[in-house]
Every structure is written in structure tokens, then in C-alpha cells.
């Protein structure tokens, strides 16, 4: 046997609700993006002193005669630069973002070290300041 119910019905059934179950979770959200962000390292310095004395030394090496002193400067100057940016890249940071569209309105952001399985569209929940698939 099939109910049918009139909107009469559904109407009375719903406002006996209490307005709580109609609220928006606060901690419910949709993924809207994930993304992998590449933090540049930043340089102490000493990159750049170690690379200056090796390339001081090289170019030393290198030059004769009257060139020598030139030739000197120029491999330390070289040296310098090529030993920030090594350090420079040594220190530098991946991490995968997750933004959360939340239900309330909110939009959310989570960094990570590894990468996550989250995907665009997941519906999720935070839990002890954690992302979880709901």
C-alpha cells in the first residue's frame, strides 16, 4: 500500500522540527582546491662565504700573470652566488594546501608536509583541528 503525503503534512511534520536540524555544520565543507606550493629556502649565508672561498681559490688557479688577481675576484663573485642559491634550494619547502569551502560560509586553508589524498569536490569534516572524509 502507497502513502502519499500532502504538503499540509510535510509542512506540520517540519516545523515540529527544532531549527537546530536545519542548521549548516560548522565543521562540514566541501574541498575546492588542492594545491602543491613550493616555499623557497631562504639563505644563512654561509653558501655564500664557502662558495666565495672555493671560487676565489679556483679562479686563483686558474688566472697567471698579471690576470691572476682578476681572475681571483671573478671566481670568488661566482662562487658567492652559485653557494647562496645552492643553500638557497637546499632549504627550500613543498607543501600541499587544501582549501575548504565550509558550510557556513567560511573558506578554510590546511597545510601539509606530504601529500594528502584529498580531492576537489571531498566532503569533509574537522575534527580536533583535523581534516577527516565524511
Given amino acids: 500500500m502507497k502513502r502519499f503525503f500532502t504538503a499540509a503534512f510535510i509542512a506540520t511534520a517540519a516545523s515540529a522540527l527544532p531549527l537546530s536540524a536545519f542548521a ?10 588542492v594545491k602543491t606550493v613550493v616555499k623557497q629556502g631562504e ?16 679562479g686563483h688557479q686558474v688566472g697567471s700573470g698579471r690576470g691572476n688577481p682578476a681572475a681571483t675576484i671573478v671566481g670568488a663573485g661566482a662562487g658567492a652566488y652559485a653557494g647562496h642559491q645552492i643553500e ?36 569533509v569534516k574537522i575534527i580536533d583541528k583535523k581534516l577527516v572524509r565524511q
Wanted: glycine share 14%; net charge positive; aromatic share 6%.
Fill in 88 to 123: 638557497k634550494k637546499k632549504n627550500e619547502k613543498t607543501v600541499y594546501v587544501v582549501e575548504v569551502k565550509m558550510e557556513n560560509g567560511a573558506t578554510r586553508t590546511f597545510n601539509y608536509s606530504e601529500q594528502t589524498a584529498f580531492r576537489t569536490g571531498d566532503k
Fill in 24 to 33: 549548516a555544520c560548522d565543521n562540514c565543507g566541501t574541498v575546492t582546491n
Fill in 43 to 58: 639563505a644563512s649565508g654561509a653558501g655564500a662565504v664557502i662558495g666565495g672561498v672555493a671560487g676565489g681559490v679556483l
